[in-house]
């Protein structure tokens, strides 16, 4: 009931990028090994099947049967990536920043697999040891064919679109120009998500958070209104007051309009209830028999008491036969 009071004052809306703006289902599209060396293979495959992560399991599909190996002291890091011991050499796999804070160098020719992938806005994680990068693995998630059409009618409805999403700027300004989008934030951090939510409320602004996975749980609860899709993570949905169970992005504005159309239905209510009650009560109460005599009958009054309850219940009804 809340959410449904607020969406008619929202005039910012952040989106997330994986499952909200895209599908949600990552394909691997291209691996670069370093010096076209495949003898990590297994031990790649078997440091993402430790990983609950979207992306790791595109990477565990796409490698397909494979002799898993051991994996001990398994750490997941959220936003950068994991890194676990296989046969006593410790592994990592992630974001390039991941590898950055690890001293892990990155060889010319990955890096530029690496930035042709970005421009096509693909993401590209890394997989390395504990001294160089062995592999470079560029995941494609395609943009819903609803997404765009639902951006542009949230711009024309006069409410700022943001993305915000952890993957690097290349891959985030491939997608904001391809869905229209114009304000929007990289490589940013679950807690990071929720403090932009702060930082535009703290402007005035009335912001609905959108977002599908456990890292916008934070953001979604820090949002005046928070959306998730019903195609998302359990948590997303427990802390969000909106669910769209289709995950479709054009019922966000469909959800604001509803929510105009009610808040008006019940001050439309209020008000002649206000108005019939102001009238009626009076002459029940005989405020008329001094001045002409004049007695409600109980039995009148009891039917116009019902024709009121009546009045309001249509007139709610109304809501059905609105075109959002």
Do not use: C
């Not at 599209?29 to 990983?51: C, F, H, P, R, Y």
């Not at 930082?199 to 949002?223: F, P, T, W, Y």
Request: proline share 2%; hydrophobic share 45%; aromatic share 6%.
């Amino acid at each position: 009931a809340e959410s449904l009071e607020l969406s008619k004052n929202v005039n910012v809306i952040i989106l997330d990028k994986t499952g909200t703006i895209t599908e949600g289902k990552p394909v691997v599209t291209d691996i670069a090994w370093l010096n076209n060396d495949l003898g990590s293979l297994a031990v790649l495959a078997s440091l993402e099947k430790q990983s609950e992560h979207p992306l790791a399991d595109a990477v565990v599909k796409h490698i397909g049967n494979v002799q898993y190996l051991p994996v001990h002291h398994f750490q997941s890091i959220t936003g950068f990536g994991a890194k676990a011991h296989v046969a006593n050499t410790m592994y990592h796999v992630g974001n390039a920043a991941f590898l950055k804070d690890n001293n892990i160098s990155i060889a010319p020719q990955l890096e530029s697999s690496a930035t042709k992938w970005f421009a096509e806005a693909k993401t590209v994680i890394y997989f390395a040891d504990e001294k160089q990068t062995l592999a470079v693995i560029a995941i494609a998630d395609k943009i819903k064919d609803t997404s765009i059409e639902a951006i542009r009618e949230l711009q024309a409805a006069g409410i700022e679109v943001y993305m915000l999403t952890g993957d690097n700027s290349a891959t985030a300004k491939a997608v904001a120009a391809q869905t229209g989008i114009e304000h929007y934030k990289a490589e940013v951090l679950p807690a990071q998500k929720a403090d932009f939510v702060k930082e535009l409320q703290h402007q005035g602004k009335v912001v609905a958070m959108v977002g599908d996975g456990i890292n916008d749980s934070n953001a979604l609860a820090q949002a005046d209104v928070s959306i998730a899709m019903g195609k998302g993570s359990d948590i997303a949905m427990d802390v969000a007051k909106m669910t769209i169970i289709s995950s479709d992005l054009s019922k966000i504005l469909k959800a604001i309009k509803l929510s105009k159309y009610t808040v008006a239905s019940i001050r439309q209510n209020l008000f002649w209830a206000f108005i019939y009650n102001l009238i009626g009560i009076p002459v029940a109460a005989g405020i008329l028999y001094p001045i002409n005599g004049f007695l409600l009958n109980p039995m009148f009054a009891g039917a116009a008491m019902a024709l009121s309850s009546v009045s309001v219940v249509t007139n709610s009804l109304r809501l059905r036969s609105k075109r959002l």
